[in-house]
């Protein structure tokens, strides 16, 4: 039942819902700012799992511009857009495994407590729009692409705690980079939903115009 009221209504009005866009807004600004402060702490704490975090944060920002930018456009140029979030999903998560597998062979031990700590502020932030975002979930390709990068997010802050406390217990560096290589995994499966759906959109558009 929730499902089908959430589908509703993001499907129907929330493109040209200022709600929606406000949200989009908060989301963009809270990343942006996010990665600035976790790409310091990556950089100081020589944390792999921090600084990947840090570019997810950049890209979702930037994806939050692009969805802003088509909200009120056809559903083709929204599913378009989708597309291009796609890829930049795909491409942070090959950087993310190819920083992965040099952090191996560099061989490293991270800043645990550092990296508990930002994690902690990441995962509060990511829950923050995640929530906010959850009502739109069951949108077009472009809405739903902002929600699997939100809720992405979320779980890979969980991951990089967990790094933290690996990190802590073994005073070694693999965890932190077990964590990286975790999260370029999220980021390349999420990029293969949000094509899907986004050809499912052209698609349909197709469809319409046959």
């Known amino acids: 039942m929730a ?13 040209n819902d200022p709600r929606w ?6 989301a963009l600004l809270i990343n ?3 990665f600035g402060v976790e790409i310091v702490a990556g950089v100081v704490a020589d944390s792999r799992a921090l600084q990947a975090d840090a570019l997810d944060f950049l890209g979702d920002a930037a994806n939050y511009a692009i969805s802003l930018g088509v909200a009120g456009m056809a ?16 491409t942070f998560g090959l950087y993310v495994f190819g920083s ?22 990441a995962l509060a932030a990511n829950v923050i729009v995640a929530l906010m975002l959850y009502r739109y979930r069951t949108g077009d390709a472009n809405m739903r692409s902002v929600w699997i990068c939100s809720r992405n997010d979320a779980i890979g802050n969980l991951a990089v705690l967990a790094a933290a406390l690996g990190v802590f217990g073994t005073g070694q560096g693999w965890p932190d980079l077990v964590v990286a290589g975790i999260m370029a995994g999220l980021a390349i499966w999420g990029s293969a939903d949000v094509f899907r759906h986004a050809r499912g959109d052209l698609a349909e558009v197709a469809a319409g115009h046959a």
């Open 3 to 15: 499902d089908q009221c959430c589908a509703g209504k993001s499907g129907k009005t929330a493109l």
């Open 21 to 26: 866009r406000r949200v989009l807004w908060i």
């Open 32 to 34: 942006a700012a996010m």
């Open 75 to 90: 559903l083709a140029w929204r599913a378009r857009a989708a597309l291009l979030k796609a890829a930049t999903m795909l």
């Open 100 to 121: 992965t597998l040099w952090g191996f062979l560099a061989g490293s031990a991270p800043h645990a407590e550092t990296m508990g700590i930002i994690g902690g502020l």
